[in-house]
């Protein structure tokens, strides 16, 4: 294959984010052709659509990758057929319902020779490498991350996001424990977690987490679903030399309180240029530390029962 050739792909799951970030950027972008789509209930114009997934996985004529834009708990045995059918692989993120599956798939990919591409959308947004540069330099003494919005407007109708293995409001939070593992080095602790579970389910609302960087300077987070009006994705780092705010998710950047990145949204149509340069060189890109973040927080989390949340 050619790198001006477009590499052949499927994509499984055809819900909010697959229309909102993944077909548009393969149709903007240069390296990818969705020619199939495997959705129980949606559909891609132009690529062949298929109902199941193992029905795509024996009529899967010259497909090379697949992404898998599916929910955590059905992402293994779909990754796992996939990996074992020599397709290279996409996930969104989380990558895994449990370590051990991330572990196992890591290891399946390895085997067989296929990419794996464990994909953390917040860590291509526009502020988290310059931040990443900037820290590189600094001593940093805490980090206080707020992470506040509104379910009913973000995960409208989204039942599995509440049930066992769907994340609850850690479904957000991985995003801001994804950027805050790209920035500073060496392996986050978890120390002490407190979850606030509605009376009615199984997921947490929110959830309060004291960690320590591998360096020993203290991270708060602060996870919150039930945030009305303006919404927070606020990352602050207080070092040596002064202080950092990634706002928005990453997307703007500020150093001492001066806007220093901010431009448009380009993470996924990142995403795809990092996948296709990893299947053109044969690499896998798997990280898993902030997933190992959210299992540490629920195995260290003291539970509080709150309200029961009423969509
Ligand atoms: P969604 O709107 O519920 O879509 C997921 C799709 O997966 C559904 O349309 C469904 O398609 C399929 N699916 C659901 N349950 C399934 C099951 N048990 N077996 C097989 N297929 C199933 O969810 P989403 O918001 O797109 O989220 C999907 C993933 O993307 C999640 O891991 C999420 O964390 C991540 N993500 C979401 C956002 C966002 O803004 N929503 C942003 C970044 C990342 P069919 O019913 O047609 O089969």
New binding site residues.
Partial sequence: MTSSQKIALAL???????R??HIPSCEEGRDFDIKAAI????KIEGAENFESYDAFLQNRNGIQAISL??????RFDMAKKAIAAGLDVLM???PAATMGEAQALAEMADMAGVVLFATW?SRFANGVEPAREWLSTKKITSVTITWKEDVRR??PG?A?IWEAGGFGVF?PGINALSILTAIIPGQTIVEKASLSFPANRQQPIAASLKMRSAAGAPISAEFDWRQEGPQTWDIVVETDKGTLRLAKGGAELYIDGKLTVEGPDREYARIYTRFAELVRTRKSDADYQPLRLVADAFLTGERHEVEAFIE
């Fill in positions: 499984a799951g055809v819900g909010k984010i697959a909102d970030q959705s129980r209930n949606g834009c599916t929910p955590p708990e059905v969104e993120k989380p959308h973000w995960h989204q599995w479904d």
